[in-house]
């Protein structure tokens, strides 16, 4: 008979549930000894002996080998994983703010003989940062560019295809299950940040705090730059992209605009994609579900069983490429929508297109530097500027040109 992997669950919500149903209905060779909640006046669908309020239990039993974290919380998420690696066990977690937040400590945490696997903190079931740390661990990546967040592109094409409004499509995203308890996180960037964060280690080497990079979110988008976008043949997607130049690398998350024939152009709904261009191995598009319960749940199996081998990531490039760092030092071509003239001078433009006027205040189409986008970060996102990137268009000059002709009256 095989034997049991024996775990400690910590959260029984959309993935914990989800996680435990798979078990039990493929009747897989796996114990949940214990689940660890929070909330002691919620009704369970299972009976309360398996679950505590004390954490302690689980990391203090000794048959306990594997402790799973799916909560929402990532701080204490930290404390947790944080014990257990001391503790010497093994841990899985889908916690992509936790990790990316403090991927250096629990990377060397782990020199206490704990092991830490989080392939589900990147896009759900797409199994990207095992093949990130060891397929492409000896390849330089040119580039990657990625939809990582399943909530943010399933709001995005409801609006485009279905013409609902953002926040009944947000509302949509909340009730299936694939928007994170606090919504800023998805939709003002910071979860697709937090991924391209992890990425960025496994990738290039590179450790980057996630409030240090550029990221820009939906929230301010509104239906008439969608509109404007489409009737150019474009769609307007969350993008994380890393571009490397020599030992720089730029990276940033930010409404794009993307081409028909673009690779990301067809990815919709809760699906998310990672587009990697490497130096021999060319473009390679990983596609699959990003979000919801059971594909996530997939992905934590997969590092429950991976548990077993006791062998988690090489962070070959970290080990490697210690000359390698992130930099903002970079020009971007973007669309900006602003309201007033303060908003404009703030962006520093070094070239414009076109520009003109919209309501109280207009649009440039122009290039700005990515160090000063960042800087903006908070500034764009409390007056509800939009900035979309134009940095994935193949030739960004003739299509900006082309959207001067008739930016405004089509989108008036
Ligand atoms: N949902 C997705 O599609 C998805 C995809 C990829 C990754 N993730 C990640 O997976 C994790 C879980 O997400 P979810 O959607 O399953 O969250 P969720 O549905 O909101 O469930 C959260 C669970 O965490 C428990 N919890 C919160 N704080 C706790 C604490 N201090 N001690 C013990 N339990 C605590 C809650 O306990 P109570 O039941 O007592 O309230 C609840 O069971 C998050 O890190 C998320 O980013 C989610």
Known sequence: MVEKIKLGLVGFGC???????????????????????KDRDKNRSLSSDNFTFQYRELVEDPEIKVIVELIDDAD???LMVKQALIAGKMVVTANKKMVAEHLEELMMLRENGGKLWYEAAVCGSIPIVKTMDQFYNHEPIHEISGILNGSCNFILSQIENKGVDYQQALTEAQELGFAESDPLLDVGGYDTMN??????CHAYGITASPSNLCTIGIQNLKSQDLKFAKQRGFKIKLVARAVREGDKVQAYVMPCFVESQHALSQVNNEFNAVLVKGKYTDDHLFTGKGAGGAPTAASVIADIYATEGQKDYDYYKWNANKDMVYSNDVSLPIYLRYKTAKDLE???????????PYEQGGFVLGKTSLENLWSLNS???EQGITVISAGLLQDTVKATSQMSKETFDLVG
């Open 195 to 200: 991924k391209l964060v992890i990425l960025l």
């Open 346 to 356: 703030e962006f520093g433009f070094q070239h414009i297109w076109s520009e003109g």
């Open 76 to 78: 204490a998420a930290f």
């Open 379 to 381: 500034y764009i996102e």
């Open 15 to 37: 993935v914990g549930q989800a996680l435990y149903n798979i078990i039990t209905n493929e009747s897989l060779p796996i114990e949940v000894v214990k689940i660890c909640v």
